[in-house]
């Protein structure tokens, strides 16, 4: 990304860009994508699609990280600020839902799955409550993603693994 032509774009702005998308973490991520929003996209200074492109591909690869990376999956503590700043990126127009919907089924969906194998290996489970933590999950996606295919196969999967464990 930070070697491609950006024409007439001033070193000033590429720089600019550069840091902002370089600090992205888990705790500065709602902050910093505010920051994006209000001088890039709402003050017009993106004056070519093919720099819209390279944005939105760079912030992509950053949400991936948040969901790849920062997100660990805990029934007993979850921390879901990761998926929130996936999930904001989404509302400000700076990922789709076709894209969002490509890194939750990569990233999130396995990692919600591994944890339900674990969890119904125990021998005191409670069907009930992995049913609860099952709909939470699943009622966590936004609107965009709540019919989306992939999502719903994702979800699908889990549902299977927990019904296999009930027979």
Avoid at 30 to 51: A, S, T
Wanted: with cysteine; net charge negative; charged share 25%.
């Amino acid at each position: 990304f930070f070697n491609a032509d950006l024409g007439h774009v001033s070193p000033e702005m590429v720089d600019w860009l550069k840091r902002l998308i370089l600090q992205v973490s888990n705790g500065k991520f709602d902050e910093i994508l505010l920051e994006f929003v209000e001088e890039w996209r709402e003050g017009e200074l993106l004056p070519r699609l093919d720099l819209i492109q390279l944005q939105e591909t760079a912030w992509m690869t950053r949400i991936q990280r948040l969901l790849q990376r920062d997100l660990v999956i805990d029934p007993t503590n979850q921390d879901l600020s990761p998926l929130e700043g996936a999930f904001l990126a989404l509302n400000y127009k700076i990922i789709d839902a076709n894209h969002l919907s490509d890194l939750i089924s990569a990233h999130l969906i396995p990692k919600l799955s591994r944890c339900v194998r674990g969890w119904l290996k125990s021998p005191q489970v409670d069907f009930e409550e992995v049913a609860e933590w099952y709909m939470a999950w699943k009622d966590l996606m936004p609107e965009e993603l709540k019919e989306d295919e992939a999502v719903l196969n994702g979800f699908g999967t889990i549902l299977s693994v927990i019904n296999d464990h009930l027979t």
